[in-house]
Every structure is written in C-alpha cells, then in structure tokens.
DNA sequence: TTGATATATTCCGTTATTGGAATATAATGT
DNA sequence: ACATTATATTCCAATAACGGAATATATCAA
C-alpha cells in the first residue's frame, strides 16, 4: 500500500535531509523568519515553506505572524519520541567506551608498577 | 523529484514504523532467525524479508547463514548518527528537568526556614 | 487603489515506497 | 531425485513524497 504518513510520524518528518537542515538552523535560533532560512539554506522559497510546513504538522515547530512575515521557532519537546527511542541503543556503546578506559586504566596500572615491562602481555617473567 | 533513497539513509531506514519494531526486538536478543521475527512480530514473512533488507543495505543489520536459517544481529553503530543528532537537543530537556528540580529544592529550602509560611512567595513580614 | 514584499498553496511529472500474492532459491531430510 | 522447510525476490497496484514553476494570499507602503 502506501508509506507511512509523513505528516503524523515524527521519524519520517525527520527523515528528510533537509527538515534536519532546518530543524539544525532553528535550534541555533530562538526564531526565525522564513526568507532568513531561505536565505542562510539557499533553498529555494516553495521548498522551505513545503518543508515547514510539514514539520508544523507534525508539530515540531511553530509559526507566528510578525508583521508581514511568518516567523518560526523549534518545539523541542516535539523531538523526545527519537531521543526516547534511540536512547534505548546508547548503552551498548557507552558500554563500549567504558570497555576502552577501563582497558586503558589496567594498562596504566600495568605500566606504573613496572615501567619498563613491554606493553604487550605481562607473564610470569 | 523523489524521496530521499531510503536505502542508504538510517533517518529513513527507521522511518518505518515496522522496522522499528524489528530493531527493537533484534535489540533485546543478540540473534534472531528471520522466522522468530516473523512469529514474534507476527508480520507477513515476505514483508519481513523486505524490510530485513533495508535495514541491511543500511548496514544496521547484518546477517549470517545458519543451516538453511538466516540469522540476523543489530549493528548498534550503525544507529550513532541518529542518536549524535538527536542528541544535540537534549539539552533543552535536561535544562527544563534541571529547572524543575531546582525549583523544588529552592521550595523545600523554604519550608524547611519557615515551616508554617505559606508556600507562595517569602516576602517581608 | 496600486505596487512591492513575504510566504503559502496548487498543479504537475517523476520516482519511491509499501503491502500482498505468487514464485524463486537454498538447505535439509528421506 | 523429491519433498519440506526457511528465506528471498519478483511482480503488481495504490499512494505518497519530492522538486519546480506558476500562482494565490497577505501585509505593508505610497
């Protein structure tokens, strides 16, 4: 049938390359006008707003009338459901850093108790 | 034009929502034959194939040959750039968590000064 | 009112995605 | 060789997504 429905699901709203763009240039602005997104992403106009538009609908951001312009700022809380999910992943690799240092301490260990001893394995010498 | 080639993007890789679901569960074992999945998940087996396959071609899983079984295993790395992305807006979280905190401790250290003020507002009595 | 600027919407053509049914391939057992 | 099990692939139809051009709407200025 059809894919999942962009304009519902935050992960697909997010899939797009270019709302990450926007959705990045928003979060390192409290807001911003649309033609200051088309300016700085140089996308083209119909593009930014389709974009916005679709990220509006699914919440993400929020628009509000400034005279003739329509400004736009980031609903951050919006974007828990993917932290959320792909937090659920980040203990397998922060299990893999602290494998790394707590090899590396041992080996520290190892070489302040004799400090001319080869890197490579201890053994009974 | 087209939709971003879900096939080596992770963001659309795991825009669907079945292929979540096929990420979570390969995440709470270390294997799974595609069969499991197919019981498990309770998805037509084709469809799992399918999606099997995106997720491969995304590298997210990868598979190995088991007597006539496929087994597939979660490549966790693979899912870093999703997390490091989502990952620079935790903060904004985190910040409001810390606030309320800190209002509670503020509130608490107040009513452990004055125990029989009211909660609202310390003043000058 | 007319004109200019800012943004949104519509229309269109192309391509991708998904599910479902059927079929193909591969490995195993008899 | 043949049947069975496990999985992948192909074919199809429906739909949705995207980009681009053109157009519509809204606001402001003169």
């Not at 992943?89 to 302040?112: C, G, H, K, P, V």
Request: with cysteine.
């Amino acid at each position: 049938m059809a894919p999942t429905h962009t304009t519902t699901d935050v992960f697909s709203a997010i899939a797009e390359p270019r709302r990450r763009q926007i959705i990045d240039l928003l979060s390192r602005h409290r807001c911003l006008a649309v033609g200051t997104i088309v300016l700085t992403l140089g996308l083209p106009q119909p593009a930014v707003s389709k974009h916005l538009g679709v990220l509006r609908d699914v919440g993400i951001v929020s628009v509000s009338k400034h005279g003739q312009q329509r400004v736009y700022a980031l609903n951050h809380e919006q974007l828990r459901p993917v932290y959320d999910w792909i937090k659920t992943f980040d203990q397998y690799w922060n299990r893999q850093l602290d494998r790394i240092r707590e090899r590396a301490e041992r080996r520290a260990l190892a070489q302040s108790n004799s400090p001319e001893a080869p890197t490579r394995k201890k053994g009974t010498p």
